[in-house]
């Protein structure tokens, strides 16, 4: 059984693309959660999906984020014109209920920005 | 600001001594807190949770306790080794809204002396 896979690994994108972090939750899990970690801190939530619903955005920067957990495939966080200061590790946990107890991380995806 | 912090940013310890990390928390309504470990260039692991109910728990070498009077958490960890060396985070989730929101603190490294 296959943890929370996330890719790519590693990304770097230069000032103004766009970043697509992908996520694919443990089998049988329908919760996705979105963390942010700049170095040297903790982990700060961005949001929280369930299939095809987002439920909290609240930590979701108003502009250039956005994501989705479509009824097929991976969560997908997107980061639009991206910025130095998107550079940060980006982590997602799944969960098979609405709450963290059972929550599992992946290994994260590294942006860069150039 | 953070709800969650940590006292100590590193904690140095001797190979087979035990290890003592502490955590502060500032909101009364959180009812589940969960102690992570991180790794260099991994994703947090889990590593043991207490819920508002309780002031102790206590898994393999690592014990939690829990004092809400002063909104204190500790780890504990027992005969510590070298594989233990790692930035240990705690986290709440306050469980009124229950949307897997967790709430981490800045971390501690722990580095494990042989």
């Known amino acids: 059984n296959a943890g929370v896979m996330q890719n790519p690994r590693h990304l770097v994108r230069r000032r103004g693309q766009e970043a697509r972090l992908r996520c694919s939750p443990m089998k049988g899990h329908s919760h996705v959660y979105w963390y942010r970690q700049l170095p040297e801190e903790g982990l700060k939530f961005m949001v929280y999906?369930?299939?095809?619903?987002?439920?909290?955005e609240s930590g979701m920067p108003k502009e250039r984020f956005s994501a989705e957990f479509p009824k097929e495939g991976p969560s997908i966080l997107r980061i639009q014109q991206v910025v130095r200061g998107d550079s940060a590790a980006y982590f997602c946990?799944?969960?098979?209920?609405?709450?963290?107890?059972?929550?599992?991380f992946g290994q994260g995806t590294r942006l860069t920005v150039v | 600001g953070e709800s969650v912090g940590l006292h100590l940013p590193t904690l140095s310890v001797q190979e087979g001594d035990n290890s003592i990390i502490n955590c502060a928390y500032s909101n009364s309504a959180s009812d589940y807190f969960i102690w992570y470990k991180q790794e260099s260039g991994k994703g947090p692991q889990f590593i043991i949770d207490i819920r508002s109910n309780m002031d102790k728990r206590q898994g393999q070498r690592v014990t939690v306790l829990l004092n809400k009077t002063v909104k204190h958490l500790s780890l504990q960890i027992a005969a510590t080794q070298p594989g233990d060396s790692a930035v240990y985070f705690c986290?709440?989730?306050?469980?009124?809204?229950?949307?897997?929101?967790?709430?981490f603190g800045q971390g501690t490294t722990l580095q494990v002396k042989p």
């Open positions: 946990a799944s969960s098979r209920q609405g709450s963290t107890t059972e929550a599992f």
């Open positions: 986290a709440e989730n306050m469980g009124s809204s229950n949307t897997g929101k967790l709430i």
């Open positions: 999906l369930q299939k095809e619903n987002i439920i909290d």
